[in-house]
């Protein structure tokens, strides 16, 4: 089970950061990912760590703004999002799964383990 924290109603140029903890499920080795949705829109990755070589993705649209980081230690994923824009108004998801090859190459329902959601709101 996956339990993130840390969404919130933040203004544009903004930081937050969110947390996502494996409770009974490791993350180690596991691709793990973070992924967003808008009402009447799929769902989208926006970043992820490969499992097999620690490599990163990110949308383009949040490359220079946004961080993902694991922590082994503590068995929690994060994402730091900083210069925040109304177009990052979404719920996210955080994500992990066994996957042998690079996380970008997944489609979001390859993913078998789920956080609840948590809603991130950018507005004046």
């Known amino acids: 089970q996956l339990v993130e924290s840390g969404g919130g109603l933040v203004q544009p140029g903004g930081s937050l950061r969110l947390s996502c903890v494996g409770s009974?499920?490791?993350?180690?080795?596991?691709?793990i990912g973070w992924f967003r949705q808008v009402p009447g829109k799929e769902r989208e990755r926006i970043s992820c760590?490969?499992?097999?070589?620690?490599?990163?993705y990110y949308k383009d649209s949040v490359k220079g703004r946004f961080t993902i980081s694991r922590d082994s230690a503590k068995n929690t994923m994060y994402l730091q999002m900083n210069s925040l824009k109304p177009e990052d108004t979404a719920v996210y998801y955080c994500?992990?799964?066994?996957?042998?090859?690079?996380?970008?190459?997944?489609?979001?329902?390859?993913?078998?383990?789920w956080g609840q959601g948590t809603q991130v709101t950018v507005s004046a």
């Open positions: 760590i490969s499992g097999y070589d620690g490599s990163t």
């Open positions: 009974g499920y490791g993350l180690d080795f596991k691709a």
């Open positions: 994500a992990a799964e066994s996957l042998a090859l690079s996380c970008w190459l997944y489609r979001p329902d390859e993913f078998g383990n």
